[in-house]
């Protein structure tokens, strides 16, 4: 189980509760969730809208997250190219995502919105380049 989140695991008379905590990111309000499952069935606590509990219950179950890192590139204006994932990759993939794309090395040029790792880590997500790269000697 992740340290870095609360969860305490009780049995009491044969039921299962298992609460962790979360802070929620989906507005600047940054409200404390406290997820809690019984039996198999999940509340949510401390959020102060409707999205809160949508974000906890998939915080919970599935956490997912954008990737946006960078790309060694050779000839380009930048020695590294932004990129970002096409949509969300399960948290728990994130590590092996980045150690493929920081062991690739590119060649510019490259456009906004190419492919740069299709399918990564076969997560079903393509992840493309967030700017374009022109050869360096196109502005020598
Ligand atoms: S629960 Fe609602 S108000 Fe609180 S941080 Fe999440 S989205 Fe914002």
């Known amino acids: 189980m992740n340290k870095k989140m609360t969860a305490i695991?009780?049995?009491?008379t044969r039921q299962v509760f298992i609460?962790?905590?979360?802070?929620?990111?989906?507005c600047p309000n940054s409200c404390r969730l406290t997820v809690?499952?019984?039996d198999g069935k999940i509340t949510v606590s401390g959020n102060e809208c409707p999205r809160g509990e949508k974000h906890?219950?998939?915080e919970y179950r599935e956490p997912t997250r954008m990737l946006t890192t960078t790309v060694a590139i050779n000839g380009g204006i930048l020695p590294?190219?932004?990129?970002?994932?096409?949509?969300?990759?399960?948290?728990?993939?994130?590590?092996d995502c980045l150690e493929v794309l920081y062991k690739m090395k590119l060649n510019a040029p490259l456009r906004c919105g190419d492919i740069i790792?299709?399918?990564i880590c076969d997560t079903g997500v393509d992840v493309v380049a967030s700017r374009s790269m022109y050869r360096k000697e196109v502005y020598a």
């Open 9 to 12: 695991k009780k049995i009491v």
């Open 19 to 26: 609460t962790r905590e979360f802070i929620c990111i989906v």
């Open 36 to 38: 809690t499952e019984n």
């Open 117 to 119: 790792a299709k399918n």
């Open 80 to 95: 590294r190219l932004p990129v970002i994932s096409a949509g969300e990759i399960p948290k728990a993939r994130i590590r």
């Open 56 to 58: 906890g219950i998939h």
